[in-house]
């Protein structure tokens, strides 16, 4: 199952809203959708699994949506830390795949 | 406290062999779940296979079958990605993750720091 990610750059404003979309080739069972936000130089950090689980110590700002082959990850308003990539995976089919990511980048 | 520790980098010359490392603790190695993701420079995540140290069922993406050996050490919790025939293009990041819960065939939760493997004539 390939993943498309879009926008490839998004560049907004400390507060406002980010919405990043992941759509797969074929349909995703959603329990099977994660994102991971990535930082450079360290590693992938899980943000959500599963249909609606939130990894440990995220922040609820952090939300998914979607189903079958459009998700949605929105930031409801952006902090200076969550400026970074962020990726989309599948874990339903093998092989799993991973986005191409989206960066998030300060305007 | 969860961990996951990687081996060292490595600069290697294409032809030659390697195996790098990844060292649980902190939780029950056996009944987890671990991921070995590719990450090219400049580039984005690659799913390369799964491993479950508790009896070995390994999987591997199509793209790095018969590529990569994937293995684990329930003695020592710690799992490995070996390839007998390194070449320039296997130059990247390298990180194991372990799965979010137990016994489930689950995406990387806690993540190691990477290991850097350069492969250079």
């Known amino acids: 199952i390939v993943l498309m990610q879009s926008p490839g750059t998004l560049s907004l404003s400390p507060g406002e809203r980010a919405t990043l979309s992941c759509r797969a080739s074929?349909?995703?069972?959603?329990?099977?959708l994660a994102w991971y936000q990535q930082k450079p130089g360290q590693a992938p950090r899980l943000l959500k699994y599963g249909a609606s689980s939130r990894a440990t110590g995220i922040p609820d700002r952090f939300s998914g949506s979607g189903s079958g082959t459009d998700f949605t990850l929105t930031i409801s308003r952006l902090e200076p830390e969550d400026f970074a990539v962020y990726y989309c995976h599948q874990y339903g089919s093998s092989p799993w795949t991973f986005g191409q990511g989206t960066k998030v980048e300060i305007k | 406290e969860v961990q996951l520790v990687q081996s060292g980098a490595e600069v290697k010359k294409p032809g030659e062999s390697l195996k790098i490392s990844c060292k649980g603790s902190?939780?029950?190695?056996?009944?987890?779940?671990i991921n070995w993701v590719r990450q090219m420079p400049g580039k984005g995540l690659e799913w390369m296979g799964i491993i479950y140290p508790g009896d070995s069922d390994t999987r591997y993406s199509p793209s790095f079958q018969g590529q990569v050996t994937i293995s684990a050490d329930k003695s020592s919790n710690t799992a490995y990605l070996r390839w007998s025939t390194l070449k320039a293009s296997d130059t990247a990041m390298y990180y194991c993750?372990?799965?979010?819960?137990?016994?489930?065939?689950?995406?990387?939760?806690?993540w190691g720091q990477g290991t850097l493997v350069t492969v250079s004539s």
């Open positions: 074929q349909s995703v069972n959603s329990t099977y």
């Open positions: 993750a372990r799965g979010v819960r137990p016994y489930y065939y689950d995406p990387g939760g806690y």
């Open positions: 902190g939780y029950s190695f056996t009944t987890y779940w």
